[in-house]
Each structure stands twice: as structure tokens, then as C-alpha cells.
């Protein structure tokens, strides 16, 4: 082979090499490509996961302080707190129903991505129990519940709770829970009962004492006013001057000989007159009697409201007469023990001072035995069909609370979310999903 023949031989084997040399350059060129760009995708889809799980803490700290689902579903109701800072696309609010909603943000990416999402539950979290009591209850005729709170749902049905009562509930005639079926009024807007109704043991459907059921609850550790206002009883005074309630404060102006209590003179008139006036959150310092057409013009009045709290405190307080009343009634007695004096020249009296035995002394009797406390020594007596359509609420330890006629108890959830303001929401356990 001459030398022209090798110089041909090495440079052909130079370029072999060179282009083999090349062609695993592109190789590994093109894998470390790959790499990044693997790697650029993941730091951006971490960033919008991050990015998103900070929209969806955004809009639940958000829907927390305000706690209000009218709102919630507004359009432009996280725009300026959550949209423009963290310059999302959207975020999307889904109602599930049951007041569970699904929160979505949309990230603005390439493919403008849901990135994770996540359902805010605000269902009631507070006591369960169409009627809560601390004082001991004691009804002369039947008792409606219409509908009870439904409590918890099971695969069997809903643990429903009608009263809720700490330590002694004596219904005269009997209880009759409808439950809630399709063909009974729905306890909040929205409710979906699933095809169920109320457990067979928690249905009390019976006029007979011993034959009562779980839905009557005895809780011995129940604090009324602490579970509906989120502060213990003994600060009673924060909750009177929050403007978040903007009650309107009604005084006792008139001194009885030998009561602890002021009376509110002429009370009957006050507080319809505020309740015309559109005020929604009365407070009743004192003893209050409402009767007769004040009661009954009351009644016709809260319906042209969301809601109204009537709120009595440290009084004995008698509603005599019929009618609905859309709105809570909350009793609560501090450091005040009720006598005979504090009834007197009311028209309660007459059925709590009757001469010789009144009608609740046989149950008074059957549930302390001798001595019994005396009826006129109630703190609360209600004579007539009339009904809270939200609820009644009485925190009075160990004092006695007297109902002369027939009674219907409903729960309305609608109703004490617009007295008190909708309960704070959860995330619901389980709904975090990463796509």
C-alpha cells in the first residue's frame, strides 16, 4: 500500500471516529436535554400545585372569617383577596350540596391546569337538638318535633336529635317525632335526606315516658350558651356588646317587692314594636312577659325577616298566646334564682299560683318526690300554641321551665346560621386529590 493509500485509510478512520464521536455527543446531548426539560416540567407543575394548595388555603381562610354561603357562590367573591394576588386564572366554587363545597383552582399555565382541589364542609357542627336545655323541662300536652335536627347520617339512617336536655325532660303526653321524610319540611335549605329517615331508635313516637329514645338526649355536660356563642357563660357581656349581633337592649324598669329582678314594663309592646322595626337581635335584660296580640303581631312580624334572636337574660320570662315565630328564643340565667315574687301582677301567675294543686305539681312530685319545688317558682312558662321556628335554647341550671299546652318544636338550620352566623367550615376529611 503506497502512502497516498494510507493517508486515505487514516483519514477515512478519522472521520468514522469523529462521526461516531458526534453521534454520541447528539445522544447524550439529547438525553440531557430530556432531563431538563423533565425537570423544568416538574418544577412547574410543583410550582402550580404549590401555587394551587395556596389558592385553596387562600379561599378557606377567606370563607372562615366571613362565614357566608350566599356569598361564597358570588362570582367575584375571591378576586381581590385571592385571584389577583396569586394571579390565577379562577378559582371554581361547586356546590356538592349538604353545605359541602368543592374549591378548584384553575392555575394559569399552558395547559391553564387544575392542579388539586379540595371540599369545604360547612355543615352544622354545633349541638345537635331542636330544643337544648339545662333547665329541667316539663311539658303539660304533646310534643311535636317537626322537623328534629338530623344529626348524623349512618348507612341505616339519621341519628336524629329532638331535645337535648341536661338532666331532667318530663313530657306529659307524650313525644311525637315526624322524622325526616320526604313529606316533612326539610331542617335547612338544601337538605337531602337520601331516602332516609331518622333510625328507628332515635324516633321516639310514643305518649308513654318509658318508651322515649335516643332523640331525646340526656347531656349532662350541656352548656347552651358556650356551644351558640363560642365564649363561656360567664362573659356574657362580650357577646351583649359584639357588633357582630348588634343587639338592641331592652331594660327592666320596673322593681318588684321581694324579686332579685327589674321587670320590662309593658314588654309585650317593646319588643314588637323593635321586631316591626326590622331589629333582629333583641336583648332583654330582666323579666318579660309577651302575650295576647303583641305576641301574635311579633309572630307575623319575624316572617318578614331571615331570622330574629330574642334573647332574655337574669329574668323569668312567660309567652302566653299563639303564633310562628321565625327566629330562636335563648334564655339564660347568671347568678339569678327565680321566686313567686318574680311573678307576680304577670298573667302567668294565674296558672302558676293556682290555689290548691296546679297541673304540674303531679310531675313535679313524680320527678323530685317530697318536697317538690313550687310552679311559681319557673323560670320559664309558656301557655299556648306558639312555636321558634329556629329553636329554643335555655341556659338555666336546675331552674324549671314549664310548658302548659301543646307544643311543636321544629329545627330550622337556615334560620339559627342567620341569628348567630353560619358555623366556621372544615375541610372534609378525605377530599384532597392531586391530579
Not at 19 to 48: C, D, G, P, V
Not at 181 to 194: H, S
Amino acid at each position: 500500500m503506497n502512502i497516498n493509500q494510507k493517508g486515505a485509510s487514516s483519514l477515512l478512520f478519522t472521520g468514522l471516529l469523529l462521526i461516531a464521536a458526534l453521534t454520541l455527543s447528539l445522544a447524550s446531548y439529547k438525553a440531557t436535554f430530556f432531563q431538563a426539560k423533565r425537570i423544568q416540567n416538574e418544577i412547574e407543575a410543583r410550582q402550580n400545585t404549590w401555587l394551587g394548595e395556596g389558592a385553596i388555603e387562600c379561599a378557606f381562610a377567606k370563607a372562615q372569617a366571613d362565614r357566608n354561603l350566599s356569598d361564597l357562590m358570588q362570582a367575584d367573591y375571591l378576586k381581590e383577596d385571592c385571584l389577583e394576588p396569586l394571579n390565577l386564572t379562577s378559582i371554581n366554587i361547586s356546590d356538592l350540596g349538604g353545605k359541602k363545597y368543592l374549591v378548584s383552582p384553575i392555575v394559569q399555565s399552558t395547559a391553564n391546569q387544575n392542579t388539586v382541589h379540595k371540599v369545604m364542609n360547612f355543615s352544622n357542627n354545633r349541638l345537635a337538638g331542636a330544643i337544648q336545655s339545662t333547665a329541667d323541662l316539663f311539658t303539660q300536652a304533646s310534643t311535636t318535633i317537626s322537623p328534629p335536627d338530623p344529626g348524623v347520617e349512618t348507612e341505616a339512617g339519621w341519628e336524629c336529635v329532638a331535645v337535648r336536655f341536661k338532666s331532667i325532660f318530663s313530657p306529659g303526653a307524650g313525644v311525637n317525632n315526624q322524622g325526616v321524610g320526604a313529606t316533612i319540611e326539610p331542617p335547612y335549605t338544601g337538605f337531602d335526606n337520601n331516602g332516609k329517615d331518622c333510625l328507628d331508635s332515635h324516633k321516639t313516637r310514643s305518649a308513654s315516658e318509658q318508651h322515649q329514645k335516643q332523640d331525646l338526649m340526656q347531656d349532662p355536660d350541656l352548656k347552651p350558651f358556650e356551644a351558640m356563642f363560642e365564649v363561656s357563660k360567664e362573659k356574657w357581656q362580650q357577646v351583649r356588646d359584639n357588633p357582630k349581633y348588634n343587639f338592641v337592649i331592652v331594660y327592666g324598669n320596673t322593681a318588684i317587692d321581694g324579686s332579685l329582678a327589674a321587670r320590662v314594663s309593658e314588654c309585650g309592646q317593646k319588643v314588637k314594636e323593635l321586631v316591626q322595626l326590622g331589629h333582629t337581635h333583641i336583648w332583654i335584660e330582666g323579666s318579660c312577659e309577651i302575650g295576647g296580640s303583641d305576641l301574635s303581631t311579633m309572630a307575623q312580624s319575624s316572617q318578614r325577616t331571615d331570622g330574629v334572636l330574642l334573647l332574655v337574660h337574669n329574668g323569668v320570662f312567660s309567652l302566653i298566646g299563639s303564633g310562628n315565630f321565625k327566629g330562636v328564643l335563648f334564655q339564660f340565667n347568671d347568678g339569678f334564682q327565680p321566686s313567686s315574687a318574680d311573678w307576680n301582677g304577670l298573667d302567668a301567675n294565674h296558672h302558676l299560683s293556682s290555689p290548691g294543686v296546679t297541673v304540674f305539681d303531679h310531675q313535679l312530685k313524680k320527678s323530685y318526690g317530697t318536697p317538690y319545688p313550687a310552679a311559681n317558682t319557673a323560670a320559664y312558662y309558656q301557655s299556648g300554641s306558639f312555636n321558634f321556628t329556629g329553636g329554643q335554647f335555655l341556659d338555666m341550671d336546675g331552674q324549671l321551665a314549664l310548658f302548659h299546652d301543646s307544643l311543636n318544636f321544629s329545627y330550622n338550620e337556615d334560620v339559627i346560621d342567620a341569628v348567630f352566623g353560619s358555623t366556621p367550615p372544615s375541610w372534609l376529611k378525605g377530599s384532597w386529590r392531586d391530579f
